[in-house]
Nanobody, 123 residues
Framework: QVQLVESGGGLVQPGGSLRLSCAAS????????MAWFRQAPGKEREFVAA????????YYEDSVKGRFTISRDNSKNTVYLQMNTLKPEDTANYYC????????????????WGEGTLVTVSS
C-alpha cells in the first residue's frame, strides 16, 4: 500500500521560508513523478510543482516560479518543496501526490495523495 506523509508546514511571516517534505513508501519511488498541490480555504486544489522520476525535469505554477523549488532524493524516498519569499496568498494545505508515470502529465495522472500539511503565512 502506497503511503505519502507530508511534514514541515507551520506558521511563517511574510518573506520567510519553509521546506516541506513528503516521505513515500509502498512502491519503487524512483520510477514515478511526484508533485505538490495546495488548497486554500474556500478555493479549489491547485497545482504547485512537479518533478520527474529522475529529477531531471521540473514544472511550476506561474505564481511560485522563482520562489519555490521542488527536489527529490530517491535514496530516501522523499520529495521536497523549498518555499522562499512566502506571501500571505501562499497560505494553504499542501498535498504531496504520487504519479502514475515517470513524467508529470497533469493532476489526472496522480494516483496517490497525502493527508496534507498546513502552511500559514501571516504576520
Amino acid at each position: 500500500q502506497v503511503q505519502l506523509v507530508e511534514s514541515g508546514g507551520g506558521l511563517v511571516q511574510p518573506g520567510g521560508s519553509l521546506r516541506l517534505s513528503c516521505a513515500a513508501s509502498g512502491r519503487t519511488f524512483s520510477l514515478y513523478a511526484m508533485a505538490w498541490f495546495r488548497q486554500a480555504p474556500g478555493k479549489e486544489r491547485e497545482f504547485v510543482a512537479a518533478i520527474s522520476a529522475s529529477g531531471g525535469l521540473s514544472y511550476y505554477e506561474d505564481s511560485v516560479k522563482g520562489r519555490f523549488t521542488i527536489s527529490r532524493d530517491n535514496s530516501k524516498n522523499t520529495v521536497y518543496l523549498q518555499m522562499n519569499t512566502l506571501k500571505p496568498e501562499d497560505t494553504a494545505n499542501y498535498y504531496c501526490a504520487g504519479g502514475r508515470y515517470p513524467v508529470y502529465n497533469g493532476p489526472g495522472g496522480m494516483d496517490y495523495w497525502g493527508e496534507g500539511t498546513l502552511v500559514t503565512v501571516s504576520s
